[in-house]
């Protein structure tokens, strides 16, 4: 008989944030936690970042404003400063936990989400990190080697397929025609999307998902997730229906291009 774990409810009503943050925060933060298998609740987590609450009690109008600053040494050259937005409707939702993926349990109720951007003034650097790290992933390490005096012995069928591969090429049958809904795209590397995505809103501020998908010939869902990350999408206006580059991004295209 199996053993089964039930799921543990002891932290049901714990009210926790959600947050959206940078691909580079997150990696961050991932190399600088513990793992799972080697964290107990008895050890300190460690201090990776502070919440500032920005509120003005002489103004009842004025929306309280939320900042996070990194506060760990090993965050580098990154940006230390991020803006939090928070969303006021969202889909009620609760965190769950695996301890080994073993003992399921609920961590909390999610009370704020938030999407974590970089603070005003460190939207260039951000920028600029972002550049640095599309050049990165547009770097081909693929080597290409030369095979001498090899008399075609790499190029000669496995024994037993023989009778499977016809010599004559008139004999080989076509492929039967796919169907276009039938064609399944692969996805490039997520570095060199980005800077082809940068390439074409240099050329054209506004694109819906149905030209991205053409021009770049990858995956929908992919390219949304892309989307999601570089670009604001239009839901009224004489631009419905398009994406345009963040003002973030949209600025540093605009640098990149003077500069050129």
Same mark, same amino acid.
């Given at each position: 008989?199996?053993?089964?774990?039930?799921?543990?409810?002891?932290?049901?009503?714990?009210?926790?944030?959600?947050? $959206?943050?940078?691909?580079?925060?997150?990696?961050?933060?991932? $190399?600088?936690?513990?793992?799972?298998?080697?964290?107990?609740?008895?050890?300190?987590?460690?201090?990776?970042?502070?919440?500032?609450?920005?509120?003005?009690?002489?103004?009842?109008?004025?929306?309280?404003?939320?900042?996070?600053?990194?506060?760990?040494?090993?965050?580098?050259?990154?940006?230390?400063?991020?803006?939090?937005?928070? *969303?006021?409707?969202?889909?009620?939702?609760?965190?769950?936990?695996?301890?080994?993926?073993?003992?399921?349990?609920?961590?909390?109720?999610?009370?704020?989400?938030?999407?974590?951007?970089?603070?005003?003034?460190?939207?260039?650097?951000?920028?600029?990190?972002?550049?640095?790290?599309?050049?990165?992933?547009?770097?081909?390490?693929?080597?290409?080697?030369?095979?001498?005096?090899?008399?075609?012995?790499?190029?000669?069928?496995?024994?037993?397929?023989?009778?499977?591969?016809?010599?004559?090429?008139?004999?080989?049958?076509?492929?039967?025609?796919?169907?276009?809904?039938?064609? $399944?795209?692969?996805?490039?590397?997520?570095?060199?999307?980005?800077?082809?995505?940068?390439?074409?809103?240099?050329?054209?501020?506004?694109?819906?998902?149905?030209?991205?998908?053409?021009?770049?010939?990858?995956?929908?869902? *992919?390219?949304?997730?892309?989307?999601?990350?570089?670009?604001?999408?239009?839901?009224?206006?004489?631009?419905?229906?398009?994406?345009?580059? $963040?003002?973030?991004?949209?600025?540093?295209?605009?640098?990149?291009?003077?500069?050129?």
């Amino acid at each position: 008989m199996e053993d089964s774990h039930e799921l543990d409810m002891e932290r049901t009503d714990k009210r926790i944030w959600l947050m $959206k943050c940078p691909v580079v925060v997150a990696k961050t933060w991932e $190399k600088l936690a513990p793992s799972s298998s080697s964290y107990s609740s008895s050890d300190s987590l460690p201090n990776l970042a502070k919440v500032v609450l920005d509120v003005d009690l002489l103004r009842p109008d004025y929306s309280p404003e939320f900042t996070m600053q990194m506060v760990a040494a090993e965050y580098g050259n990154m940006p230390k400063c991020y803006a939090l937005n928070m *969303f006021k409707d969202f889909v009620p939702m609760e965190a769950f936990s695996e301890t080994n993926l073993v003992y399921p349990a609920v961590e909390g109720n999610v009370d704020h989400k938030f999407d974590m951007k970089p603070h005003g003034e460190n939207i260039e650097e951000y920028a600029r990190l972002c550049r640095e790290r599309t050049s990165k992933a547009m770097v081909k390490n693929r080597q290409i080697q030369v095979i001498d005096n090899d008399r075609g012995v790499h190029m000669r069928p496995m024994p037993g397929m023989l009778g499977l591969v016809s010599s004559n090429s008139k004999e080989k049958r076509k492929p039967p025609p796919v169907k276009q809904t039938e064609v $399944k795209r692969t996805r490039r590397d997520r570095g060199e999307l980005e800077a082809i995505m940068f390439k074409l809103f240099e050329g054209q501020p506004n694109w819906t998902l149905k030209q991205l998908v053409q021009e770049t010939d990858q995956p929908a869902q *992919f390219l949304k997730e892309i989307l999601n990350e570089l670009c604001v999408y239009n839901k009224r206006g004489s631009n419905q229906g398009t994406y345009e580059l $963040k003002p973030e991004y949209k600025k540093s295209a605009e640098d990149d291009a003077g500069g050129q």
